[in-house]
Every structure is written in structure tokens, then in C-alpha cells.
């Protein structure tokens, strides 16, 4: 999951000094900056939803995001436009399908644009 994560906050949150020291669980910002935990949901979750926010105004589309547990897996979608382009990721943890599908969109953004 560190890796998804470190993609998320570096991609999507826009940190792109972020780093996971050893033995943790929480992705750091600079010296004494932001913070979350890889595996608190309301942090990722507040964060998905500035990203979808900051995107929304920026691309002048909706975009949302979801997570749903289904058969043993949680499986997130980010959905753009009102024909949504759908981004999905699926994982064991809801913390990573969420950082994952959002990866993606924005990974598909940079494809999209160039």
C-alpha cells in the first residue's frame, strides 16, 4: 500500500516531497507538514473529496468517488462528466481502492491531455 499511497499524495493531494518513514503507516509532508494515516478511511476519505472538489472546478465536469465492499474486496470508482469516464480500482483495504482509483483518474488525466 506505500506505494499507492505515496502515488496519491504526491499525484492527487499534491505533495511531492511526501515520504513514509520506516515503520510507520503515515505519509509525511515536508518538515512538519500535512499528514494521514495509510489506513484511516475518514482522512482518506476527506482527502479524496478536496481532490474530487479541486478537479470538479478545474476541469468544470463533476467528479465523485465511492467505495463498496463486495465479494472479499473493496472496490472504489472515481466517475467524471456527466457521460463519467470511470476510473476503478479494487483491493483488500477501502484506504487503498480509494487512493488507487483516484491514481488512476489522474494517471488517465495525464494520458488524456497529452
Not at 474530487?52 to 463533476?62: K, S, V
Not at 467524471?80 to 479494487?90: L, Q
Request: charged share 25%.
Amino acid at each position: 500500500m506505500s506505494d499507492t499511497a505515496l502515488a496519491f499524495a504526491r499525484q492527487c493531494i499534491g505533495w511531492p516531497d511526501a515520504h513514509i518513514p520506516n515503520g510507520t503507516t503515515a505519509v509525511f509532508h515536508g518538515h512538519g507538514g500535512g499528514r494521514f494515516r495509510t489506513d484511516d478511511l475518514n482522512a482518506i476519505m476527506k482527502h479524496v473529496a478536496e481532490w474530487c472538489d479541486r478537479e470538479a472546478a478545474r476541469l468544470g465536469e463533476y467528479v465523485t468517488a465511492n467505495v463498496a465492499y463486495m465479494s472479499g474486496r473493496y472496490v472504489a470508482h472515481v466517475f467524471v462528466g456527466n457521460k463519467p469516464r470511470v476510473f476503478t480500482a479494487e483491493a483488500t483495504d477501502p484506504c487503498e481502492a480509494l487512493m488507487e482509483a483516484c491514481v488512476r483518474r489522474r494517471e488517465g488525466l495525464l494520458r488524456e491531455t497529452h
